[in-house]
Nanobody, 126 residues
Framework: QVQLVESGGGLVQAGDSLRLSCTAS????????MGWFRQAPGKEREFVAA????????YYADSVKGRFTISRDNAKNTVYLQINSLKPEDTAIYYC???????????????????WGQGTQVTVSS
């Protein structure tokens, strides 16, 4: 059974930092682009960041540039999202996802990702 499992979320204060992890099991995604998305209460799921299979290319939503950093360790089958200077508006469930289309570098299209984790809650208090 293929699974993506996120961890690292929690309740933090504005200005704090968090590192989210997403570990795959059941298969390797070391040849695939990976992404992070988030969904706030009452809102649609939105793109946050993506990374190519090698880690050499990254892509960020404008709203998180400069504060979020996506990275990966293919030996551990894990993708990370470092979040700095957290804001209350970052409160959401954060999901990781895999885009297994051949030759894809990385991108924001939600519908292109065909494996999803169950999400980890990030709550930022002011």
């Amino acid at each position: 059974q293929v699974q993506l499992v996120e961890s690292g979320g929690g309740l933090v204060q504005a200005g704090d930092s968090l590192r989210l992890s997403c570990t795959a099991s059941g298969r390797t995604f070391s040849s695939n682009a990976m992404g992070w998305f988030r969904q706030a209460p009452g809102k649609e799921r939105e793109f946050v960041a993506a990374i190519s299979w090698s880690g050499s290319s990254t892509y960020y939503a404008d709203s998180v540039k400069g504060r979020f950093t996506i990275s990966r360790d293919n030996a551990k089958n894990t993708v990370y999202l470092q979040i700095n200077s957290l804001k209350p508006e970052d409160t959401a469930i954060y999901y990781c996802a895999a885009d297994t289309r051949y030759g894809v570098v990385a991108g924001p299209g939600l519908s292109n990702y065909n494996y999803w984790g169950q999400g980890t809650q990030v709550t930022v208090s002011s």
